[in-house]
Nanobody
Framework: QMQLVQSGGGLVQAGGSLRLSCAAS????????MAWWRQAPGKAREFVGA????????NYVDSVKGRFAISRDDAKNTGYLQMNSLKPEDTAVYYC?????????????WGQGTQVTVSS
């Protein structure tokens, strides 16, 4: 059983940066791919991007390519979402997740979510 605890997030002006962290407790973190999803008010949850179990491959939705970067530190059982050049449309609750896919599929474990608000 894995538990994911998220940190980071908050309020930032458009053009600014934020980094989200996702710390995992339990065994096997390095066996999973890690993904980030987001959900804006009144909208469905959206896949943002993912990193493979070995960190060799990443996959991003077109709207964040070149602005967001996902990384992981298996020694710390932690994954990260670095968000640069933030836009108001990036405002959402962001979730990390662990699974066996590298796209918008089913994930096994989920974080609690953290609010990101981008002001114009």
């Amino acid at each position: 059983q894995m538990q994911l605890v998220q940190s980071g997030g908050g309020l930032v002006q458009a053009g600014g940066s934020l980094r989200l962290s996702c710390a995992a407790s339990g065994r096997g973190f390095s066996s999973y791919s890690m993904a980030w999803w987001r959900q804006a008010p009144g909208k469905a949850r959206e896949f943002v991007g993912a990193i493979s179990w070995d960190g060799a491959t990443t996959n991003y939705v077109d709207s964040v390519k070149g602005r967001f970067a996902i990384s992981r530190d298996d020694a710390k059982n932690t994954g990260y979402l670095q968000m640069n050049s933030l836009k108001p449309e990036d405002t959402a609750v962001y979730y990390c997740a662990l699974g066996y896919v590298l796209g918008p599929g089913n994930y096994v474990y989920w974080g609690q979510g953290t609010q990101v608000t981008v002001s114009s």
